[in-house]
Structure formats: C-alpha cells, structure tokens
C-alpha cells in the first residue's frame, strides 16, 4: 500500500520508441517529445530509433541514475512484447521495476491510424499524458517466490498425453497420468494405419503404453477422473475419482490378502457374462460384456465391469476362483495427489453428423463415419479387417467419401473451422480400398485437398495414380434407393461446372471434429478459457502455444484445436518441457499483482468470494470479526473484487483506484490537471 | 380434448377453386369435424405466385401479399391455407415485414394508396400443419374423424419445397413438425387415414412445376416429373398426395403431357391431403369433384376396401 518514497516528489522520465517506420510512419515524434516535456514532473523526454535495443537500454538505464528517476514511462509498443525488456532495465539502472508504465502507441495507435498523421499524434500525446498520470503514483512492488512440488499430472492418455507423461518421468518428475477409459491409447489405438507412412498405429503406439505402464516415474491411473482441483502453480492439489471397476489388481488383492490374487487377465469371466452391450471402442458395431477389455492390447490388461449395466448374477466371481479378482460391492475411490504442474490432453469426438440431415448417417445403413471405417478396415476390429456395407455385408465395390462432412461449414449447423486432418485420412481410406479391394472405385468429394504436411502432397499424388477419383464439390446431398440401399451422391463437381449424380455402395463421411463434453468440466476445473468453438485456449497462438492463462497449466494435442499425430505428439514434447521447467526450477515467482484487503474498511459481506473467477478469496476469522482473505499465489491480479467491494475495501496492487482514476482524470482533462 | 373450434381466415390461392374446386370444398367440410372452421378471406387477390412475381419484381410481390394480409388483420384472425406456393408468398412475407422495419415501411407506403397498413399482427399456416398440431387438432382426433378408412391402399407422399424450404427461414423444427430432410409427419398423417405410406427414392425432389420452371422450361419440367413418378412406381404407390395444388397440377396433368411429349404412359391418381380427408370421412367423389382430374382416379377408389 501507500509507501513513504511516495512522498518524494515524482521525477519521471519518458522514451519515445521510432519502432523503424512503424511508429514515426505516422505519429511525429518530435511534436510529441516537445509536449512530453510540458507534462508536469517530467524531467526528461527523449526519443530514439528503436528503445527495446541495447543502446536503448543503455540510455535508459543511465537516465534513471543520472535524473534519479522515481518512474519510468516508455511509449513504444504493445507491453506483451517488451514490458519484461523495460523492467530489466529499470531494474539494472537502480528503480524497482514495477515503477515502470508503457503507453502503447504502436497496436494501438500507429497501426490502426496509418493515414490520420494529426489524430494519431493527438492520441499519443493522451497516451503518454495518461501513462506518466500513473506512472506518478506508482510504487515499489516485490515479487514472491513459492516452492513447487516435484510432480505433474497429466489429464488423458491419448497419444498425446503419453508422450506429455513420458518425457516428463524420463526428465525425473513424479507424473500422474490419468485416463477416464478403462484403457490407454485414446483416438490413436482406434486407428488402422497412419498417413503418409502408413506404419500400423497400434504397432506404433503400443510401445509407448507399454512404457507408460512400465515407467518407475509414471503413475498410471486408469477409470479414473478429476474430480476438483485447488491451488496454484506449484501446489495443486487434485481430487481424483477412481471409478469402481469391481476387479482387483495383483496390488489390490495382495493388499486384502489374496496373495498371488486378482486379474491375470485371463478372460475366463467374459464368456460367463449373460449381459451383452455395445463396445464404444468398436464405434458400437461390436458387442461386449458388462465386464470387458476394449481390445486385446489394452494397457493395463484389467478387467472393467460397466456397474450401469452388470446384474450381479455372480457368475464372473465363481469362475474367477481363487484369484478372487472380482469385487461386486467396489465403491468409487478419492484420492488426493499434490503436483506443481498439470498438462490437459483431453482430445475429441466426432461431431454428431447425422446433424447434417441430408447426408442420412443414421437414417441409411450405408453411410458411415470415418472412425467407423477405421475399425471396419482394421485386422483387430469387428469384420477382421474386411470392409463391408452394413445393408448386407457385402463387399463395397463403388464407395464414396465425404469430405468436410460439418467441417468448414457456415450453415450454423456444422462448425466454421478446418477439422486438419480429414483430407489426409481420407487420402488414406482411399489406399487402403486400394490394397484391399483392388476392383473397387473410390470417389473422393472435397472442398480442397489440405496436405499440408512434411511428405503428405506426395502422398496426396500417389492416391491420384492409384486411381482414385475426386470430385470437387459439396455434396448436396444423398439418397438411397430403398431397394437396394445403395447411395445417390449428389453434387456439382465445380471444376466441370456439371451436376453429379453418382451411385456408389458405400459412402464414409469424414465427420468434423469438437471437444467433448468433458473438455468443458476439465476446463473449469483448472481455470483455463476456451474459444468460441469450445477448444482450449492456448496462451498465446503463435509465441506460447503449449501454454495457458492459468500459470502451471499446459495443453497437448487435439484438445487446444484440430492437430493430427505429428503435431499432437510435437505439442506434447512441447507442453512437457515447458510443464518441468517450474518444476526443476523448484520455486516459481509470482508477479505481485494481487488483491490486498483492507481489514479495517471490510465488512465480511463475502460479495467479492463468489465473484472471484479463480477461487482466490475466503472469508476468515480475525479477532472477533469476519473479514476477507486474499490468497496471494492464486490471485490473478483481475480486479473483478477490487472494481465491485462496496465499502472500497479492496486494493489492486499495480491497478489501484487512485492509479486509474488519475489516468481517467489526465486523459478528460487534458493538460488542464 | 376440449370443443373449442379454431377459427381461421381462409386463403383459397387460385389453383384449387379453379382447377381442383373439390380441395376447397374438402378443405371447408372435413376441417369442421376436427373442431377447425375456415371463415372466407373476402377481397383476397392472388397470393401472387412466388416464382412468378418475386423472382420478377420483389416490391410488387410483397405488397400484394402484404394486402392479403392485412385482410386477416382486420378479421383480427390468422391465415389458414392449402397450397405450399401461397405458403411461400403469404407466410414469408408475413414473416419479412415482422422483422424488417425497413422492408415494412416501404410496403405500407404502397399499401397507403388504398388506406391500408400492414401491422404484424396476426400468423400464417398451412392447413396440413393445423392438423398435425396436437394443440389444436392432432393425429389422434384425425383418425377419430374417419368414417370410411382408406386401407388396402399405398400412398407416396410429396411434401412439396416451399413448405418446409429453406431450412433456415421455416421455423418447422421449432414447431415439432420435424427435420426437413426426410420429414415423417405426412406419414402419420395418411396412416391415421387407414391407408398406407410408402418412402421412395428422392421423396424431397421437387415436383418439377414451382420456382417458375413449368412456365419457363415444360420439358424440363417434366422431366422432372417423370423421375419422381418412376421413383414412386417402383415401390408400388397406387396414389400420390400432396398438400399443394400446383404440385397437384404438376404431377396430374403433368402425366398426362410426359405422355404427348416423351411417350411414356403413366395413370397414378394424385389426390390433394385434403380429397384423401374427404373421403375418409364419407364424403363422396362426386362431392370431391375428382372427375375433373386428368388422371381418373377410378382405380384408386375401386382398391379402397
């Protein structure tokens, strides 16, 4: 709060950054170094080609000692660029560094009025008049350290997530990976074959679980989800639920004293099982038991028993015998884990497409989705590997594919964005036709053709060689002939200018990606935003995209917007180095932005504790009566409390009232202060 | 249900009274016994056709249509129609100027020559969808009101476009009538008749006439027609329906010319909604004047159990 160097009478200093062209292009410097000079308490106002250099710096840096500066105003551009550059220099010429304000005169200014010269020198002048009216109240802040905890947690175990766990455990940290699904893997162990290389995903991938489970730093927890989650970088603490799965583990079983008990996974209880479901990890074209494994490869190899569906019939638990595996009566299971670091790899689904009516899917038996094609073409999945039409199982002969099905769709119906990697697998679908129905015809109906990745144009030429056909055009629509249930294709194909109308026995629809429901609920629980279309928001898009706004928190993969393998996998390493650096730093500093509570003047009325979007305040007892309590590590700094208290209890450090007032008051006023 | 009697503003449109006078007259009679009276819309104009008039001069389109409007606005009652062109003209306008301050001011400026204002009061709906509404009519009552049922009999089932198209601007999947793409409330319709739907290919093709093309292409029209009625032959369909005359008029006469112009004979009766209704409930086809279709409909009766 107020300090005694407030009293001495501010001598403030001000540089005017040229930016090149990019400032003095429109704004005249010198006008406005000649009315800086005429702001009160200003004692020095220079200008120079580019502040942010060394020289700058050097300038400033000897400015401050030279004039004994109690502030520092540069007015250059955006303080997201260089406000770190300033507050170093502040800090070697001898000020604290929070005594130093940019006025932006560059993104704000310059750019947007590159041909108003007079109005934009006009506004720069506000803008510096504004800064230095803070800048005279500014104080010295101290940033605060606090320890963190050696370990991370990791939300999903798609490939992206355990690329994330791994290269965190390998670097030493104590990692929970947590998975909502019985098994590891996510999206990628659905799939066939991978574009361009066509390497087999599960060969590729199962190394990796196989890692995962083994890795003496990974903690695998599987069925498992966050429940709530409190505090700050470096001190999380999370709640987890462990879904009961009414099997033991050889752990677990040792634990209650069966030793050399629980699951082997040897499967004798699934034929027993009376009750039959649809298994979601076969897009439901597969049946499976109340108590199932997805696929044989699962990691770990445990048993689930889905308790929406079981009877307790008891069967599973005669057969099991003296392994004594099966629990009927498990109960969900909280357990609490401390981390410094979490990453969120929450990945996707497929946009409902049966929302685009005209396309049928639903309504035809022969129109699938692309992930429904994925494991109809797959040696493990439902058919062995051999694609048929869901009519009549018989082989495809003629078979359409349908490009961005919801993607880049401005209908309102589908989404506005790119989906990034249905062009490529399409490419893909069309190959694998190739090799296993070589008399087969492939249609192939886009928009544009995206490949844009290392090797995928090849790719791309090499599908066109093997015979494929592509029509460009959106599909308007389908129909099926009831008779025979085969498919009407209809569309224009652009580049004849000609309407189409084409019968084929199978149509795949390369269905738009979203987050899934549970983004949202993980989202909320660590603090982090989203865009309009529901993914993560990264920090910033281009200069920090494993990031977030939540410090300590870090996204990998398809949850932060449509990313194939590569690029999820590339997020990943990214998201897990930049996850460890607080981590193997031991302690993280905290910019000194937050809410301080006057006691005297708080009333305990508790308005500003449900406002508070990062659950930063409480109300405590202190001698006999009911006040708030900021705490400052998990503070942002927002000022949401500060603008609201209605007694005028809260104060913003670095945005105090009296600080934006004055600003206010110099840019109403003028010069007339 | 209660026995309260939903009063509407009848439009007639123009195709039905001079072409098909028994839709009219089934329209009048049979809504009487599912608790709906059809009040005559005095002084209404043509609606005018939408493909004919909007495609030429938007002003003049909807000014008139605006004047059919206000009509019902004084009889302070909504519009009740049978013809899915009508429906395009009146409701859309209808559903314009409620929401375009702009568009409204300059077709009140024309309506002030007569001394007339468009205010926005009152709604439009097809008939057909009346019907279907479970708050005013329903397919339960429907099928209460047959007397006669039409079994033995397969039904295709022509929606017609401008009923539920475009998607965006019809507020159908508002009202529970159901998605455009492959709607089923038609069916329910014709089942609670006693007789038969049947789902052919392309069931949401055009019929060939609307949108200006009889009038500007009759062969390509045609065409058209011929398609969806070879879609309809091959599942069996011993009549169409529809809930438009001009569609009626299409496929009817329409059969009658593919077989002038391209020698391909057909004889499938086309029945408006509203004959099938009249009949069900008793009526005679002499009452429904379905000798002065072009198609006999003798076959269709004569298969009626």
Redesign the interface.
């Known amino acids: 709060m107020v300090d005694e160097t407030q009293s001495q009478k501010p001598r403030i200093g001000v540089y005017i950054c040229h930016c090149g062209t990019n400032i003095a292009g429109s704004i005249d410097i010198k006008e406005l170094q000649e009315y800086t000079l005429t702001i009160p308490d200003v004692v020095v106002a220079d200008e120079y080609q580019y502040v942010c250099s060394t020289p700058g710096q050097n300038m400033i840096e000897e400015a401050i000692k030279e004039h004994n500066l109690t502030a520092l105003v540069v007015a250059a551009c955006s303080p997201r660029l260089h406000e770190p550059t300033f507050r170093r220099a502040s800090k070697e010429g001898g000020m604290n560094q929070f005594r130093f304000e940019m006025a932006n005169i560059r993104e704000q200014n310059s750019w947007v009025h590159m041909h108003d010269r007079e109005g934009a020198t006009e506004k720069a002048k506000d803008a510096v008049r504004m800064a230095v009216a803070k800048a005279r109240l500014l104080e010295d802040l101290h940033p605060k350290s606090v320890p963190v905890e050696h370990a991370a947690m990791v939300v999903g175990a798609g490939i992206a997530g355990i690329q994330a766990a791994l290269d965190l455990a390998s670097s030493g940290i104590k990692t929970y990976l947590i998975e909502k699904a019985p098994t590891i893997g996510g999206r990628m162990s659905q799939l066939d074959k991978t574009f361009p290389t066509l390497d087999c995903s599960q060969c590729i991938l199962t190394p990796k679980m196989v890692d995962v489970d083994r890795h003496e730093n990974i903690e695998l927890m599987t069925y498992t989800e966050v429940e709530s989650v409190e505090g700050y970088i470096g001190n999380f603490d999370v709640t987890l639920r462990k879904k009961a799965n009414g099997v033991l583990t050889m752990e677990q079983a040792e634990a209650r004293g069966f030793v050399g008990g629980g699951c082997n996974g040897c499967g004798d209880c699934e034929p027993v099982c009376p009750v039959i479901k649809p298994n979601p990890f076969e897009m439901d074209m597969a049946p499976r038991k109340a108590i199932y494994i997805y696929h044989p490869q699962v990691v770990p190899l445990l048993y689930t028993i889905d308790f929406d569906s079981c009877v307790k019939c008891g069967l599973c638990e005669e057969i099991c015998g003296d392994k004594k595996a099966i629990d009927l009566e498990m109960q969900d299971e909280f357990i609490k884990v401390k981390v410094g670091t979490a990453v969120l790899a929450v990945g996707y689904e497929l946009f409902p497409i049966e929302k685009k009516?005209?396309w049928?899917y639903k309504?035809y038996d022969n129109v699938i989705t692309s992930l429904e094609f994925e494991r109809l073409i797959c040696a493990s999945g439902p058919t062995g590997g051999k694609v048929i039409r869901p009519s009549d199982g018989e082989t495809p002969k003629k078979i359409g594919f349908v490009l961005c099905a919801g993607s880049r769709d401005n209908?309102?119906i589908g989404k506005p964005y790119c989906s990034r990697f249905c062009c490529m697998y399409s490419l893909k679908h069309a190959h694998q036709i190739y090799e296993k129905i070589p008399d087969a015809q492939s249609y192939l109906f886009y928009m544009d053709i995206r490949s844009f990745g290392k090797m995928y144009e090849e790719f791309y030429y090499r599908i066109q060689d093997e015979g494929a056909k592509f029509i460009r055009g959106r599909v308007a629509?389908i129909?099926?002939?009831?008779?025979t249930k085969n498919l009407?294709v209809i569309t224009e194909d652009t580049l004849l200018g000609q309407p189409v109308n084409i019968e084929v026995d199978l149509v795949v629809l390369a269905s738009a990606v979203q987050p899934t429901e549970e983004t949202d609920h993980v989202r909320n629980l660590f603090g982090v935003s989203c865009s309009g279309d529901g993914w993560l928001n990264e920090a910033h898009p281009k200069l920090n995209p494993c990031g977030t706004t939540t410090a300590g928190v870090f996204l990998a993969g398809v949850c932060q917007g449509p990313k194939d393998i590569p690029d999820a996998v590339a997020q990943a390493e990214g998201a897990a180095a930049a996850a460890s650096i607080p981590i193997h730093v031991g302690e993280v500093e905290l910019e000194p932005y937050f809410a301080i509570c006057n006691e005297e003047k708080c009333a305990g009325c508790g308005m500003c504790i449900d406002l508070c979007p990062y659950a930063a305040l409480d109300l405590v007892e202190k001698e006999g009566r009911t006040v708030m309590e900021v705490t400052e590590a998990k503070c942002k700094g927002c000022g949401t409390c500060g603008g609201f208290c209605p007694g005028g209890a809260i104060w913003m450090q670095h945005f105090s009232t009296p600080q934006i007032i004055a600003q206010i008051d110099a840019f109403l006023l003028g010069g007339e202060q | 249900m209660s026995g309260k009697t939903h009063q509407y503003a009848f439009f007639l449109g123009c195709i039905a009274p001079n072409r098909y006078p028994g839709i009219e007259a089934a329209a009048i009679k049979t809504s009487k016994n599912l608790g709906i009276e059809l009040l005559p819309l005095k002084g209404a104009s043509c609606c005018p056709a939408p493909g004919a008039f909007g495609s030429i001069d938007l002003s003049v389109w909807m000014s008139m249509a605006a004047r059919n409007l206000v009509l019902a606005e004084q009889m302070n009652m909504d519009i009740a129609l049978i013809c899915n062109g009508c429906y395009k003209s009146i409701w859309e306008v209808n559903h314009k100027l409620k929401h375009h301050d702009e568009l409204r001011d300059r077709v009140n400026e024309v309506l002030k020559e007569i001394d007339m204002e468009f205010k926005g009061t009152i709604d439009v709906r097809h008939l057909a969808e009346i019907i279907y509404d479970e708050n005013i009519c329903g397919v339960a009552k429907l099928a209460d009101s047959v007397t006669t049922p039409l079994t033995g009999v397969k039904i295709a089932i022509h929606y017609g476009c401008h009923l539920l198209k475009p998607r965006k601007e019809r507020e159908f999947d508002a009202e529970g009538v159901g998605e455009t793409e492959n709607p089923m409330w038609m069916e329910e319709l014709i089942a609670a008749l006693g007789a038969e739907p049947v789902q052919y290919r392309q069931k949401m093709q055009c019929c060939g006439a609307g949108g200006g093309v009889r009038g500007y292409d009759i062969a390509h029209a045609l065409d058209i027609t011929n398609e969806k009625l070879i879609n309809m032959s091959e599942v069996g369909a011993d009549a169409i329906t529809e809930v438009c005359p001009f569609c009626q008029l299409q496929f009817d006469r329409g059969q009658i010319e593919i077989g002038e112009k391209f020698g391909v004979k057909w004889a499938i009766p086309v029945l408006h909604f509203n004959e099938l209704l009249g009949l069900a409930q008793g009526m005679s086809p002499q009452d429904l004047a379905l000798d002065l279709h072009g198609i006999s409909c003798e076959p269709f009766l004569n298969k009626l159990q």
């Open positions: 009516t005209e049928g309504r209908t309102g629509k129909e099926e002939d009831p008779g009407y």
